[in-house]
């Protein structure tokens, strides 16, 4: 079973149902393959804890699962960084710490989230690929959207604050997870990404995956530009280099 749960504002607007409207929520999202009698007596604690604003746990066919978190159909910008934890995840006091940062009186609209990792994720595969830090027991990300993706001082604004706020978990950090990051990356958090050397194979998996770079895109036509292939010239100009 996968499991995450979310912490957001709801903004008290009339596209959003009425018992949601206004209010500081947590969300619950699972997933799990096998038969449903055994998933329901696996969140059946769940079920326990309070009564829920809305429940909609059930068996659902796959070309179904973009409704999960049932995203406005329109076109929304957004940003996004994520922090891989180990598997003792974080201490309450710094968990605190984050959950204020993100809260309802933040700056921005924050979207905070934990997702519960091992499982088929810890295992490494037969031939290695370019999938690091399969050691993470959590990952820890926020999201924000902005209306305005062309002002650059907004959308520096929320990157600041979504740094800000994760830094009390910094200290448990094993690296960071590529899927989790929306909007131009530092050459330093790319790194944290596919390694920095700390762990055996992490230089060369960064090595492997700038020389395919250059052997298959030596024109920088993939957005996220490594270095030594297409150099900063064959990239987008918002591209990060890996330097």
């Given at each position: 079973m996968s499991s995450a749960v979310s912490l957001l504002p709801v903004p008290d607007i009339p596209a959003v149902p009425a018992h949601r409207r206004g209010?500081?929520?947590?969300?619950?999202?699972?997933?799990?393959?096998?038969?449903?009698?055994?998933?329901?007596?696996?969140?059946?604690?769940?079920?326990?804890?309070?009564?829920?604003?809305?429940?909609?746990?059930?068996?659902?066919?796959?070309?179904?699962?973009?409704?999960?978190?049932?995203?406005?159909?329109?076109?929304?910008?957004?940003?996004?960084?994520?922090?891989?934890?180990?598997?003792?995840?974080?201490?309450?006091?710094?968990?605190?710490?984050?959950?204020?940062?993100?809260?309802?009186e933040a700056e921005a609209m924050c979207v905070l989230s934990m997702r519960h990792m091992g499982g088929a994720f810890a295992r490494p595969p037969r031939v290695p690929n370019a999938v690091p830090h399969r050691d993470a027991g959590y990952l820890l990300y926020v999201l924000s959207p902005f209306t305005a993706p062309g002002e650059g001082a907004d959308a520096e604004a929320v990157r600041a604050l979504h740094e800000r706020a994760l830094a009390p978990a910094a200290g448990c950090a094993v690296g960071r997870n590529a899927n989790f990051l929306y909007g131009p990356q530092s050459p330093g958090t790319l790194r944290e990404v596919y390694g920095d050397g700390r762990a055996a194979g992490e230089c060369s998996r960064l090595a492997r995956l700038r020389a395919l770079k250059q052997q298959y895109d030596p024109e920088g036509l993939f957005r996220f530009s490594l270095l030594g292939a297409g150099g900063e010239t064959g990239a987008p100009n918002d591209a990060p280099v890996i330097a």
């Open positions: 209010r500081y929520l947590a969300q619950v999202h699972l997933a799990f393959t096998g038969s449903r009698e055994e998933g329901e007596r696996l969140v059946e604690p769940l079920r326990t804890i309070g009564a829920p604003l809305a429940d909609d746990l059930r068996e659902m066919p796959y070309a179904e699962c973009a409704s999960v978190f049932s995203e406005p159909d329109t076109p929304h910008a957004y940003r996004s960084t994520n922090l891989l934890l180990g598997p003792d995840g974080l201490a309450e006091d710094a968990l605190r710490s984050v959950r204020a940062a993100t809260g309802p």
